[in-house]
């Protein structure tokens, strides 16, 4: 059955367990039960995926029949009669779950998804103590070799949601299904490790695999013995997106802000200074902002496309690497804060570089993957020498015995702790492109911005598109979240038909509110998320990349200007132009300087 979306203008009537209930045409028999507030069990079906009904959990009666349909995949019609539990469904749910029991490792206690796993929370509901069939657990090699996102398949629940992720959503095709009936499995293309595949790191498998099967790189350990040494100097970043999603593991409402919180618990774990990304995000405006200012005077190739996204990189230089010199040569905030901590903080502060240790909190697993590329040593040094992800983090401070929700806020500390609310939205799907619009205006036109706010574009879309008007001259961008439709662009520009000046992209749906990394949500969470760093931004009372006082000092003091030859070291960087990732034997490719 092709799935539909559903139409407002006409509606259904029918009843749910003898309830009444009108919902819109299109609507499935699992949704419109959630309207009423009958929760259905699944195990498949996740809100933001197209349905693949392969669990069967949420078997309903339709119209008395014999036969069980799965609600998720099927729509309602007017007049529908359905039963959501009687005891007859009600048992072959629970003896889907002990099936699945039957085979599943029985790690509840060490497993990284331990109290926040859906199988767990099911066996829960059924009142499962002892499946009734011999316990045959799965044993399957542990996929470590990314460094980055770990597969476990021995927990392998077969949902399928990583696939539909990894194909529709990203287009990556890294994770696919192989063979059928009680053989049937999810792998990946040849049984591959995810190293050897086209797999892009982004995660988004991890973020909607309901059990322990896919998951980040854990190096909280790495950190706990860095802060323990009396020998490191350990410095820590935090990321825009993190800010509105950390709250999530602590019970705070989503989205909500807990900048101050976070730095607190960080101070409190006993990281010696506690820094921003936000303030090399200001400083990517500036450099990149110069870029296409450069490259609009000179006729450097257009349209120029961000550099943020790690995933994208990835993805750009796999699937895309006759392409590569679209992309800004701007490294990403992350990776410009990483050789500064060891050059610019290190000079200021009279630390060693060589004992400095530089930590940094991200909502994405393919910053692990970033952080470890070999062109990342600018400072002579790793530039970042861990990645943890927020999820990672939110553990770090429950070990720590710390109670998040009651923590007094702190402030960053100052020299790179400095931001603007240009640089809080680059957590967003077009944060980063309204970033730079606010600079480049002002640089262009010399005018002051009457508003900041560039709503077009703004928005949960997949694909934006806006024009701006620079001073009478008129630049077109476009935005993409999501791999998919990132594809969409880089094939238009393929076949030279993207009249766009700029374009920004961010890998995972929704921007870095959605990252791999962040605390597990839907949709719906990645908009409250959104709304966050929107409201961050009007909070703070510089708006402007260019008006941030740190990032001032830095060019004054360090840096000197943008594009120029210490930026071009240490804040630039090139791509690999042969279809592969540095790490699956590309190379180096071959450097772009600074688009000129």
Not at 132 to 147: A, H, S
Not at 577 to 588: D, E, L, S, Y
């Amino acid at each position: 059955m092709s799935q539909q979306q559903p139409d407002p203008s006409k509606s259904v009537n029918l009843t749910i367990d003898g309830r009444p209930v009108t919902v819109p045409k299109g609507t499935t028999i699992l949704e419109a039960a959630r309207t009423i507030g009958i929760h259905i069990p699944v195990l498949c079906d996740h809100p933001d995926l197209a349905w693949r009904a392969v669990c069967r959990l949420c078997v309903v009666e339709c119209d008395g029949g014999s036969k069980l349909n799965a609600a998720c995949a099927n729509y309602v019609y007017e007049g529908l009669k359905v039963v959501t539990s009687n005891p007859r469904i009600q048992s072959i749910r629970k003896m889907i779950v002990e099936m699945i029991l039957a085979e599943h490792p029985q790690e509840c206690l060490t497993c990284i998804r331990s109290q926040n796993c859906e199988l767990q929370r099911l066996a829960l509901q059924f009142g499962i103590k002892k499946p009734p069939f011999p316990l045959e657990p799965k044993t399957c090699p542990v996929d470590v070799d990314t460094k980055t996102i770990t597969r476990d398949m021995s927990k392998c629940v077969k949902c399928g949601r990583c696939v539909e992720v990894c194909q529709e959503v990203q287009s990556v095709r890294a994770i696919n299904t192989a063979y059928r009936s009680l053989h049937y499995e999810i792998t990946t293309p040849y049984d591959q490790a995810l190293i050897e595949g086209p797999c892009v790191y982004c995660g988004q498998c991890a973020a909607v695999c309901p059990v322990g099967a896919i998951y980040e790189n854990d190096q909280t350990e790495e950190v706990w013995a860095a802060l323990d040494s009396p020998e490191r100097h350990v410095v820590v970043q935090t990321a825009p997106a993190v800010r509105v999603a950390l709250g999530d593991e602590f019970g705070l409402p989503k989205g909500a802000i807990t900048t101050g919180k976070m730095v607190t618990a960080l101070k409190r774990l006993g990281f010696d200074k506690v820094f921003d990304t936000d303030f090399t995000a200001d400083l990517t405006i500036m450099e990149e902002g110069h870029e296409l200012l450069h490259r609009l005077k000179n006729g450097g190739r257009l349209p120029m496309i961000t550099s943020c996204s790690p995933g994208w990189i990835n993805f750009a230089e796999v699937f895309y690497p006759d392409l590569v010199e679209h992309l800004s040569t701007c490294k990403s905030p992350q990776q410009m804060f990483g050789p500064l901590a060891k050059t610019y903080y290190a000079q200021v502060s009279g630390v060693e570089a060589a004992k400095i240790t530089s930590v940094s909190i991200m909502p994405c697993t393919a910053k692990k993957f970033e952080a470890q590329r070999p062109e990342m040593a600018s400072s002579g040094f790793r530039d970042v020498d861990v990645v943890l992800t927020t999820r990672e983090l939110a553990r770090m401070i429950k070990l720590a015995g710390i109670d998040f929700a009651a923590l007094p806020e702190s402030k960053y500390d100052s020299l790179m702790g400095d931001s603007t609310g240009a640089a809080v939205i680059f957590g967003t799907s077009g944060g980063v492109m309204e970033a730079a619009l606010r600079t480049v205006y002002e640089v262009v036109t010399g005018e002051t911005l009457k508003s900041v706010d560039f709503a077009g574009v703004r928005g949960h879309q997949g694909l934006k598109q806006a024009e701006v008007d620079l001073k009478g001259t008129k630049v077109k961008v476009l935005i993409a979240n999501g791999l998919a439709n990132a594809r969409k662009i880089m094939d238009s520009i393929r076949k030279g038909e993207c009249d766009a000046t700029f374009v920004e992209i961010m890998c995972c749906p929704g921007g870095c509110v959605g990252g791999g990394g962040q605390p597990y949500g839907n949709s719906r969470i990645k908009a409250q998320r959104m709304d966050g760093l929107y409201e961050a931004d009007r909070q703070l009372p510089l708006r402007k990349s260019h008006e941030n006082p740190e990032v001032k000092a830095i060019y004054e003091k360090f840096l000197k200007e943008p594009l120029g030859e210490k930026s071009h070291h240490l804040l630039h960087t090139h791509y690999s132009t042969t279809g592969k990732n540095h790490w699956k034997g590309g190379g180096h490719g071959h450097g772009h300087g600074h688009g000129h």
